[in-house]
């Protein structure tokens, strides 16, 4: 006799046995009290040797039902190998026609519940796709990097309030950073207005899963460090967007593994508002208090603290940058987003 599947047996247990197919399930068309949505005619029955599926029209499921309904109707992800992983969450905003910024639960396997731009794997897989769309998707892994190669919006909701950038929005070339005064360990690096030293700001956080991103920052810090000569008057400064996680030990013990000249490159440490109008200066969006947009983000300033150029990815000359700590030139044009890399011309790393 198949078994209903409501919120009295939706424990990660039952859950589990629905996904490898040894528990019979019944759905039928209803609402349940605390879940988001209703779901009509939607019903799994078992027989001996055999799972059928029977799916309606107007699926609107909770979000840990509908990522087992996707698994269950592809395969599975075990089936797909150790590159793929399920990843589900609201769409906050596209950046282009092949990158969004996606609010995700917990990856299993990959990464923690954060909020971070994915690419697709091609631009017709957005087509429809909205901000405020709850969305079920595949992620492959390949080259240190994730994309989406599947996708399927399972409903709708409102962005949260709370999603934002402060007054005045992102710095721009040519514009002068506000002074911020950051927590290095034994005492605090300005920067923005008044540094009085050409600096590299970046950010990072110390458990990020993704050797595309926050590894690869610090493998091109180090690369930079390298490449500065004594003479040369630069700073490095990497900020962590995980403060409750990346302590002043923590950061302090990852910079030694780095191998960070601590008279020229720093890990800072800001909390609360304070690290909020930072990252908004960066480009960087603040989804709700403490949680931030992980997105790559270099800003490369003057001694005044001028926005010489930033950068949207880690794929920069590093000749570039180096003239420019060094030179103040080239500049990007005024009033210019970030600068991104096109693939082919992404360096490896340092």
């Given amino acids: 006799m198949p078994v209903p599947l409501n919120a009295s047996s939706t424990s990660g247990g039952r859950l589990r046995e629905f996904a490898r197919g040894r528990l019979p399930v019944r759905m039928e068309g209803g ?16 027989s001996p040797g055999r799972t059928a599926v029977r799916v309606g029209v107007r699926v609107s499921l909770p979000s840990s039902i509908q990522a087992l309904a996707l698994a269950g109707l592809v395969g599975l992800a075990g089936c797909w190998g150790e590159r793929a992983f399920i990843l589900e969450g ?29 690419d697709v794997s091609e631009a017709g897989i957005l087509d429809g796709v909205r901000p405020g769309a709850r969305i079920v998707a595949r992620l492959m892994k390949e080259d240190g990097k994730v994309v989406i190669d599947k996708l399927r919006v399972t ?7 709370s999603y934002r950038q402060p007054e005045g929005g992102p710095v721009r070339p040519g514009k002068t950073l506000p002074a911020t005064a950051i927590d290095v360990g034994d005492g605090p690096w300005t920067v923005g207005e008044g540094q009085g030293v050409p600096t590299v700001l970046t950010f990072l ?23 500065l000569s004594a003479d040369d008057d630069a700073r490095l400064i990497a900020v962590t967007i995980d403060p409750s996680t990346d302590t002043r030990t923590v950061l302090d013990a990852y910079a030694q593994t780095a191998g960070a000249d601590p008279a020229r490159w720093r890990f800072g440490r800001l909390e609360g508002e304070a690290l909020e109008a930072l990252v908004g200066h960066a480009a960087l969006s603040v989804v709700r208090e403490g949680e931030i947009v992980h997105a790559i983000r270099w800003l490369v300033l003057d001694a005044e603290g001028r926005l010489i150029e930033r950068y949207d990815d880690n794929g920069w000359p590093m000749d570039r940058v180096l003239s420019q700590l060094r030179t103040g030139a080239p500049t990007a044009p005024p009033g210019s987003d970030g600068t991104r890399t096109p693939d082919h011309e992404v360096p490896g790393p340092g």
């Fill in 31 to 46: 609402a349940v009290p605390g879940w988001v949505g209703t779901w009509h005619q939607v019903r799994w029955a078992r």
């Fill in 90 to 118: 609201q769409v906050l905003e596209q950046l282009d026609a092949d990158t969004i910024v996606v609010d995700h639960d917990p990856v299993q396997g990959l990464m923690p519940a954060m909020v971070m731009p994915f």
């Fill in 155 to 161: 409903g709708h909701a409102p962005l949260p309030p």
């Fill in 205 to 227: 956080y110390t458990t990020c899963p993704l050797p595309a991103f926050c590894p690869m920052v610090t493998s091109r810090l180090q690369g930079l460090q390298g490449s």
